[in-house]
Each structure stands twice: as structure tokens, then as C-alpha cells.
């Protein structure tokens, strides 16, 4: 067999050498108790972008390792044909040589067993390589359906939360709408408790009809005694 033929048989097996991480999981951040509605939206965004830069991260790396599996099996097609072509040229030239060579058939015989145990090797590496790389696509699957699952709970939070400030909304709007009313209502109170004195009235008997003490009238209106007088306009408490 030639040096160049050992020479790809040694630089498929130092390929083979290369290992292959799969993706590692990541522990879902909890919130603690206390934290706001906000505060928890923006974690869950902050991990939804993590998973899909480690998600790009890994769809590059099993592109790479495609490639080079692919680049792989190449060589390793050709290093097979290339093995059998000086199989089967050892053979042939056994038989035309018609010459006494049984220590050397056996030798090469041993050589032939040990290629074809190599082969059968780097058969069974390339088929546990295809098997990681299976995997991988697997857990890339998995974190694509965990990012949708948190894109779905975070566009649901931030519905609740747009609810929520819709109600706030309203529920200040009403108040509002009550102080204003209770407002009118103090000032249009205040304007009809006027009472304009008559003739025939007394501080005590104004008093005794709108229910109010005259000393309550009195303070109302600032009076030093029970003196009125006709047209007068009086403040009723």
C-alpha cells in the first residue's frame, strides 16, 4: 500500500478525533415573591432573547458540523474506493507474479483483515456522529417551542397589563367625574342655603324653620345679637 493511502487513513481518523458539544439547557429564572408585573415582563424578554442568541449559536454550529460531516464522508468514500483499488491491485499482482509468496499472502491478507477492521470503525464513528447530530436538531426543536411558548405568555402579560392600565383608566375618570359632581353639588348647596328676611321674622324663628340654633344663624352671618332687618340675606349653616 502507498504512503499517500496512510497518510488519509491518519488524517480521517485525527477528524474523527473532534468532539461535539450538544446544547445545554438553561434553568428558567423564577421571579421572586414581591417583584411587579414589569419587572417580570422584563426578565421574561431578557431570557426570550438569550435562548434565541444561544438558538442562532447553535443552528451555525450544526451548519459547520454538516459541512464537515459532509466534507468527511467525502474523503472517507474516497479513501474506501482507494483502499480497494490496492486490494485489488495486491491481489492481482499476487496471481501474475506466479511466484511462491505464501508468507506474503499472509501478511497482506493480515493487512487486508486490519483495513477492512479500520473501516468498519470509522463506519461506526460516522454512524454515532449522525446520531449527535440528530440530537442536537432535537434539543434546536425544543428551544424554538420554548421561545414560542414565552413569546405566547409575554404577549398575554402584556394584554393583562394593557387591561389592567384600561381600568385604572376608567376608575380615574369616574373619580374624577364624582369629585367634580360633589363639587357642583357643594357649590349649587351652598348658593340655594340663603334665606332673605321677611317681614314678621325674628333671628329665632328663622332659625326654628330652616332647623339650625340661632347661635349656629349667629355664627353663620356674624351677628353680635338677634337684630335683622327686612331684605336682609342670610347665610343658613
Request: no cysteine.
Amino acid at each position: 500500500m502507498s504512503a499517500k493511502s496512510y497518510y488519509l487513513i491518519a488524517v480521517l481518523i485525527l477528524s474523527l478525533q473532534m468532539g461535539w458539544a450538544a446544547p445545554q439547557s438553561y434553568p428558567t429564572a423564577r421571579p421572586a415573591p414581591g417583584e411587579d408585573l414589569s419587572s417580570i415582563l422584563r426578565q421574561l424578554k431578557n431570557g426570550v432573547a438569550d435562548l434565541k442568541h444561544e438558538m442562532r449559536n447553535h443552528e451555525s454550529e450544526i451548519r459547520v458540523f454538516e459541512n464537515k460531516l459532509q466534507s468527511q464522508e467525502s474523503s472517507f468514500e474516497q479513501l474506501q474506493q482507494k483502499l480497494m483499488d490496492d486490494v485489488q491491485a495486491q491481489r492481482d499482482f499476487v496471481r501474475a507474479s506466479n511466484i511462491n509468496l505464501d508468507g506474503k499472502t499472509e501478511t497482506l491478507d493480515q493487512s487486508i483483515k486490519n483495513l477492512e477492521a479500520m473501516l468498519r470503525g470509522l463506519t461506526s464513528d460516522f454512524r454515532q456522529m449522525k446520531t449527535q447530530a440528530n440530537d442536537s436538531i432535537a434539543v434546536l426543536g425544543q428551544y424554538k417551542q420554548k421561545i414560542s411558548e414565552l413569546e405566547n405568555l409575554l404577549q398575554t402579560q402584556s394584554q393583562h397589563m394593557q387591561n389592567l392600565e384600561a381600568a385604572l383608566q376608567s376608575m380615574m375618570e369616574v373619580w374624577q367625574a364624582k369629585e367634580a359632581a360633589k363639587e357642583i353639588a357643594s357649590k349649587g348647596s351652598e348658593a340655594l342655603r340663603t334665606y332673605k328676611v321677611q317681614a314678621g321674622d325674628s333671628l329665632e324663628k328663622i332659625a326654628r324653620a330652616q332647623k339650625v340654633s340661632v347661635q349656629a344663624l349667629r355664627d353663620a352671618n356674624q351677628l353680635v345679637n338677634d337684630r335683622i332687618i327686612v331684605g336682609q340675606t342670610l347665610k343658613i349653616p
